[in-house]
């Protein structure tokens, strides 16, 4: 089946450190992936996504590369922020389904202290 | 610019007790879902929508009705609520084009006591 799998947080970090957010995914076809941030008390925002495998989404800072050979979307930052604090989701896209239905992972809490 | 708007964003019930959880959307979206936030369990789908007039099941639809009258609505409905739905309610919209991104609620933390 499909499902995903993040590495386990919390994830606490100093200002300016380099973040790594492991996630990996078993999909029978070829989904999109996305990274999911969820600030304190709000909804899920879409970070960034990749919908073909080498496509490498990136938005504020944050980038990930659609591995397919290693099933693989790892978020990464060079250099993290306090405001970066928040709750990360690795999510496929359910391939073929056609209905907008996503799969996620259980979510990488990051602190950043300044 | 409202997207995608939950009410109420807090309730608290008593075992046994039914709600309905609104969502509306004003973004013209064919797909709709209901998910369930628990600790450790990122976020699991309850029901879906593809469009007016026709929903589905997803991974836990026990204990939850919705139904699509409309593309903008997409009610979920505790028949008889228990402390194990006791969780955070997002739904989420999506057009499809995007190839399954999805813009999401701010959430119901609903309480069962």
Redesign the interface.
Same mark, same amino acid.
């Given at each position: 089946g499909n499902s =995903?799998t993040?590495m386990e947080g919390p994830v606490t970090l100093s200002e300016e450190a380099f973040l790594t957010i492991n996630c990996t995914y078993t999909a029978t076809g070829y989904?999109?992936l %996305?990274w999911?941030v969820q600030y304190p008390g709000? *909804? !899920?925002? !879409?970070l960034l996504?990749a919908?073909k495998a080498d496509d490498k989404g990136s938005n504020k800072g944050f980038e990930a590369t659609y591995r397919k050979e290693t099933t693989s979307f790892h978020l990464e930052k060079g250099s993290v922020q306090v405001s970066d604090s928040a709750v990360y989701?690795c999510a !496929?896209? =359910?391939p073929g389904s056609?209905? *907008?239905? !996503?799969? %996620? *992972?259980? *979510?990488t809490t990051l602190q950043v202290k300044p | 610019n409202a997207g995608v708007t939950q009410t109420p964003k807090f309730q608290v019930l008593k075992t046994g007790q039914s709600m309905t959880l609104q969502c509306a959307q004003d973004m013209n979206h064919e797909y709709m879902s209901w998910y369930r936030q628990d600790p450790g369990m990122g976020l699991r789908l309850i029901h879906y929508s593809v469009g007016a007039g026709i929903t589905d099941q997803g991974e836990v639809p026990n204990g939850y009705n919705v139904s699509r009258s409309t593309t903008e609505d997409f009610p979920l409905r505790l028949l008889s609520a228990a402390p194990s739905q006791t969780s955070v309610y997002f739904c989420a919209s999506s057009s499809g084009t995007g190839r399954g991104e999805a813009f999401f609620g701010q959430g119901t933390r609903l309480t069962v006591v």
């Amino acid at each position: 089946g499909n499902s =995903v799998t993040q590495m386990e947080g919390p994830v606490t970090l100093s200002e300016e450190a380099f973040l790594t957010i492991n996630c990996t995914y078993t999909a029978t076809g070829y989904p999109s992936l %996305f990274w999911y941030v969820q600030y304190p008390g709000e *909804g !899920l925002q !879409l970070l960034l996504k990749a919908t073909k495998a080498d496509d490498k989404g990136s938005n504020k800072g944050f980038e990930a590369t659609y591995r397919k050979e290693t099933t693989s979307f790892h978020l990464e930052k060079g250099s993290v922020q306090v405001s970066d604090s928040a709750v990360y989701f690795c999510a !496929l896209s =359910v391939p073929g389904s056609n209905t *907008g239905k !996503l799969i %996620f *992972g259980q *979510g990488t809490t990051l602190q950043v202290k300044p | 610019n409202a997207g995608v708007t939950q009410t109420p964003k807090f309730q608290v019930l008593k075992t046994g007790q039914s709600m309905t959880l609104q969502c509306a959307q004003d973004m013209n979206h064919e797909y709709m879902s209901w998910y369930r936030q628990d600790p450790g369990m990122g976020l699991r789908l309850i029901h879906y929508s593809v469009g007016a007039g026709i929903t589905d099941q997803g991974e836990v639809p026990n204990g939850y009705n919705v139904s699509r009258s409309t593309t903008e609505d997409f009610p979920l409905r505790l028949l008889s609520a228990a402390p194990s739905q006791t969780s955070v309610y997002f739904c989420a919209s999506s057009s499809g084009t995007g190839r399954g991104e999805a813009f999401f609620g701010q959430g119901t933390r609903l309480t069962v006591v």
